[in-house]
């Protein structure tokens, strides 16, 4: 028994590093094979691991970029553009994720955990929004406004069998973190 769980673990870390290629590159056929070799090994939900940190290494690289771009123009629409990405992106994923996982869950599982690790914090950017701007109500109006768009489009395009748990994770990272804006409104005003 520890020798075939030994036996499994090396086999993992051997394939780890094509995995991390044939998800970064996006190969159907590639990642169908690792699907296989992992469900027969009971290791799936290792592989699904390697799915999520690959996009989210991914995300979190534009997601810097955003930021940094909204830094230097002075924008207060960088967490409206970045939802516009993490859509985009989930869309393509989900179609993804059913034809290679037979499984719509991981491209939800992904933002819900990408949104709770973004560095820097959304929190952070919008403070340093604040400090950059004399109109601090629309910076936090747009705020608001990206977060319920991104909410309402989430919601709307959500398969019908993703659990209520998955959903209420995806809900709390979208919105739990404005609430610490939300407390310093009156500081803010």
């Known amino acids: ?6 036996f499994k673990n090396r086999l993992e870390a051997l394939a780890s590093i094509p995995v991390v290629q044939s998800f970064t590159s996006g190969n159907v056929e590639e990642s169908k094979k690792f699907v296989k070799i992992f469900r027969n090994m009971e290791r799936l939900k290792q592989l699904t691991q390697y799915y999520r940190s690959v996009q989210k290494t991914n995300l979190q690289r534009q997601w810097s970029e955003i930021v940094e771009t909204a830094e230097n123009t002075n924008s207060d629409r960088f967490l409206r553009e970045f939802y516009d990405v993490l859509f985009e992106n989930y869309q393509k994923q989900l179609k993804w994720c059913n034809n290679v996982f037979e499984d719509s869950t991981q491209p939800v599982l992904t933002i819900a955990e990408l949104l709770m690790t973004l560095q820097p914090t959304r929190e952070s950017c ?7 701007t004399t109109d601090r109500l629309q910076v936090l109006k747009e705020v608001s406004s990206a977060n319920i768009y991104f909410g309402q ?12 748990d998955i959903k ?7 919105f739990s973190y404005f609430s610490t804006i939300i407390g310093q409104y009156a500081a803010i005003e």
């Open 1 to 6: 028994e520890t020798e075939v769980e030994d």
């Open 126 to 132: 919008i403070n340093a929004a604040l400090k950059r």
């Open 153 to 164: 489009v989430m919601q709307k395009n959500l398969p019908t069998n993703i659990p209520v």
């Open 168 to 174: 209420s994770s995806l809900a709390n990272s979208i």
